[in-house]
Nanobody, 125 residues
């Protein structure tokens, strides 16, 4: 059974870079044809798809993030990460990692079979 666990700093200052990590256990991030996605939910708002990395390392991003997001992976550790640069208070949210397939890698907000519990990030000086 695959499980995902996010980790992050909790509090980040404006203009800094937010770094989040998702550890995958019980499975491999290189298994065909899964994708590994970052999704966030600001307080009182809906879920926002941020980006994904597929089993073969291809990345996709939400264009609304204006190239501030970068997703990478460490296949030796079955982990993938999100870096979000130049954060503002509007980036305050609960951040989730989730597993899907190539459909979810394209930005679909349905069809994820496994979610992490989420990690709260506050952007504040």
């Amino acid at each position: 059974q695959v499980q995902l666990q996010e980790s992050g700093p909790g509090l980040v200052k404006p203009s800094q870079t937010l770094s989040l990590n998702c550890v995958v256990s019980g499975g491999s991030i290189t298994t065909s044809y899964y994708s590994w996605t970052w999704i966030r939910q600001p307080p009182g708002k809906g879920l926002e798809w941020m980006g994904a990395i597929t089993f073969d390392g291809t990345t996709y991003y939400n264009t609304s993030l204006n190239s501030c997001a970068f997703i990478s992976r460490d296949t030796s550790k079955d982990q993938f990460s999100l870096q979000l640069s130049s954060v503002t208070p509007e980036d305050t949210a609960t951040y989730y990692c989730a597993r899907g397939t190539t459909t979810q890698a394209m930005g679909a907000m349905w069809g994820y079979d496994t979610w992490g519990q989420g990690t709260q990030v506050t952007v504040s000086s």
